[in-house]
């Protein structure tokens, strides 16, 4: 298989475009939508609406959730189709703007990747359609429902109970810091027929907002990422139809309710690692003028060599970040298997781009802990740590690489 490095012509030129709106319009705007912890909907409905207009999905978090059949037609027809690489060059220079926005656009969000790799063809036609008319309004957003108060990492040990009555399930409990969960039009909600059957309990539903006995709880108040909304979602008695089980009954015959979840995350781990790029790129080259400003012609000499080396190092963890987000997402574009790529660039992502931040502040001195006239290094020192934090902490990753290297041994 040939090694490509280079972007092709469209590529480049989205790229450049999405970069030009970051700097001229979304960046200026980002402090006071963290202030105001929120984004005005017509700025939102805008954004969305060029997203549609560049005839991509990648800006509306839908990214690279095609099905199998979706992409091998798109592959005869035209070679691969390229949407997980579109996606992460496309969220790293939005999160370089802001990265609450990339959250916040209308769409499906993360609950586009289960309806689509799971969903039956009347659920994809039903669930995706609440999203076509962009005019219309109020704007419509999806969210993904798998976290709990006591089901994190563990997503293994979900409670939130299923029981089937009649053509209907009856679901209760709570699920927790779901993002855009207040404002969705629907949520994936990960449920269990018994938690003693682990992953092989686990069903999926798609629970419309306004069904009785789905409320939303708190909306969380957050270090980082405030104009983002995380919520919390109480389900008591409430009942859903057999039509929104996802997939239908036959899927779960195995632990493919579990594998849903799963699957969502080889597609969403490079996008969440490129938005880490995105706001760690920030930061670096935040410091790099600072250093050139401050350092470059002042004495003692030998603390601008200091600063530059360091500056290097942060540079070379992106690049490298980068470099893991792109063939991860390469990997899925061409219908490889990449669970441990995927969770190798967000675990590498995260750290470096936590890295850049701490160091953007460190090397701007007392100044930039400041937020009187470094409020955007303030601001990223908030945004970032949570990158290292969804769609499976660190820590999650690091376990994640170790399981999949090890079987690859074994079939060495
Ligand atoms: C802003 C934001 C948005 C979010 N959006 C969504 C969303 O849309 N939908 C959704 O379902 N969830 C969402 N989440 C939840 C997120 O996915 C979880 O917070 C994350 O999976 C970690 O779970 P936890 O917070 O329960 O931490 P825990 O799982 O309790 O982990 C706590 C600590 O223990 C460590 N740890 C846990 N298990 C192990 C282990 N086996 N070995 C070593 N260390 C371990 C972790 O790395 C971490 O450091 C969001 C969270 C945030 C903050």
Same mark, same amino acid.
């Given at each position: 298989?040939?090694?490509?490095?280079?972007?092709?012509?469209?590529?480049?030129?989205?790229? !450049?475009?999405?970069?030009?709106?970051?700097?001229?319009?979304?960046?200026? @705007?980002?402090?006071?939508?963290?202030? +105001?912890?929120?984004?005005?909907?017509?700025?939102?409905?805008?954004?969305?609406?060029?997203?549609?207009?560049?005839?991509?999905?990648?800006?509306?978090?839908?990214?690279?959730?095609?099905?199998?059949? !979706?992409?091998?037609?798109?592959?005869?027809?035209?070679?691969?189709?390229?949407?997980?690489?579109?996606?992460? /060059?496309?969220?790293?220079?939005?999160?370089?703007?802001?990265?609450?926005?990339?959250?916040?656009?209308?769409?499906?969000?993360? %609950? %586009?990747?289960?309806?689509?790799?799971?969903?039956?063809?009347? @659920?994809?036609?039903?669930?995706?359609?609440?999203?076509?008319?962009?005019?219309?309004?109020?704007?419509?957003?999806?969210?993904?429902? #798998?976290?709990?108060?006591?089901?994190?990492?563990?997503?293994?040990?979900?409670?939130?109970?299923?029981?089937?009555?009649?053509?209907?399930?009856? #679901?209760?409990?709570?699920?927790?810091?779901?993002?855009?969960?207040?404002?969705?039009?629907?949520?994936?909600?990960?449920?269990?027929?018994?938690? +003693?059957?682990?992953?092989? %309990?686990?069903?999926?539903?798609?629970?419309?907002?306004?069904?009785?006995?789905?409320?939303?709880?708190?909306?969380?108040?957050?270090?980082? #990422?405030?104009?983002?909304?995380?919520?919390?979602?109480?389900?008591?008695?409430?009942?859903?139809?057999?039509?929104?089980?996802?997939?239908?009954?036959?899927?779960?015959?195995?632990?493919?309710?579990?594998?849903?979840?799963?699957?969502?995350?080889?597609?969403?781990?490079?996008?969440?690692?490129?938005?880490?790029?995105?706001?760690?790129?920030?930061?670096?080259?935040?410091?790099?003028?600072?250093?050139?400003?401050?350092?470059? #012609?002042?004495?003692?000499?030998?603390?601008? +060599?200091?600063?530059?080396?360091?500056?290097?190092?942060?540079?070379?963890?992106? !690049? +490298?970040?980068?470099?893991?987000?792109?063939?991860?997402?390469?990997?899925?574009?061409?219908?490889?298997?990449?669970?441990? !790529?995927?969770?190798?660039?967000?675990?590498?992502?995260?750290?470096?781009?936590?890295?850049?931040?701490?160091?953007?502040?460190?090397?701007?001195?007392?100044?930039?802990?400041?937020?009187?006239?470094?409020?955007?290094?303030?601001?990223?020192?908030?945004?970032?740590?949570?990158?290292?934090?969804?769609?499976?902490? %660190?820590?999650?990753?690091?376990?994640?690489?170790?399981?999949?290297?090890?079987?690859? /041994?074994?079939?060495?």
């Amino acid at each position: 298989m040939p090694i490509e490095f280079s972007l092709t012509k469209k590529q480049l030129e989205m790229r !450049e475009g999405i970069r030009g709106l970051a700097k001229n319009v979304i960046r200026p @705007q980002a402090l006071s939508w963290d202030r +105001a912890g929120g984004i005005p909907e017509e700025f939102l409905r805008n954004m969305a609406r060029l997203a549609t207009s560049m005839g991509s999905n990648a800006m509306r978090s839908g990214v690279g959730d095609e099905t199998e059949e !979706e992409k091998k037609e798109a592959e005869t027809k035209r070679g691969p189709s390229g949407s997980n690489l579109f996606g992460v /060059l496309a969220s790293e220079e939005l999160a370089w703007g802001d990265g609450s926005l990339l959250l916040g656009l209308p769409g499906p969000g993360l %609950g %586009g990747p289960p309806v689509r790799s799971s969903g039956t063809a009347e @659920q994809k036609k039903r669930f995706f359609g609440v999203f076509q008319d962009l005019d219309d309004s109020p704007l419509k957003w999806g969210a993904y429902g #798998l976290t709990e108060p006591n089901a994190g990492s563990d997503v293994s040990g979900i409670r939130t109970s299923c029981r089937k009555d009649g053509r209907h399930w009856v #679901l209760n409990g709570r699920k927790c810091y779901i993002t855009n969960g207040a404002r969705a039009s629907w949520t994936v909600i990960f449920a269990t027929i018994d938690p +003693a059957l682990g992953r092989a %309990g686990h069903r999926a539903f798609v629970v419309e907002k306004g069904t009785p006995g789905f409320s939303v709880g708190r909306i969380e108040e957050k270090m980082g #990422l405030r104009a983002s909304e995380t919520a919390e979602l109480v389900l008591e008695d409430c009942r859903v139809s057999e039509d929104n089980l996802l997939g239908g009954e036959e899927k779960y015959v195995s632990k493919e309710g579990f594998m849903t979840a799963m699957k969502t995350f080889d597609n969403t781990r490079p996008l969440v690692a490129a938005m880490a790029c995105g706001i760690g790129r920030g930061a670096y080259e935040y410091a790099c003028d600072f250093a050139r400003h401050n350092y470059m #012609l002042a004495r003692p000499v030998p603390r601008y +060599a200091a600063i530059i080396e360091r500056l290097a190092k942060v540079g070379r963890s992106l !690049e +490298a970040s980068r470099s893991l987000v792109w063939r991860a997402a390469w990997m899925a574009d061409n219908g490889l298997s990449n669970a441990k !790529e995927a969770s190798m660039s967000k675990a590498m992502a995260g750290q470096a781009a936590i890295k850049a931040c701490i160091e953007a502040i460190e090397i701007c001195g007392a100044e930039g802990s400041i937020a009187r006239d470094h409020q955007l290094l303030e601001k990223w020192f908030r945004d970032i740590k949570v990158y290292d934090i969804f769609e499976g902490t %660190g820590a999650i990753q690091r376990i994640v690489i170790s399981k999949r290297l090890i079987s690859d /041994l074994k079939s060495f």
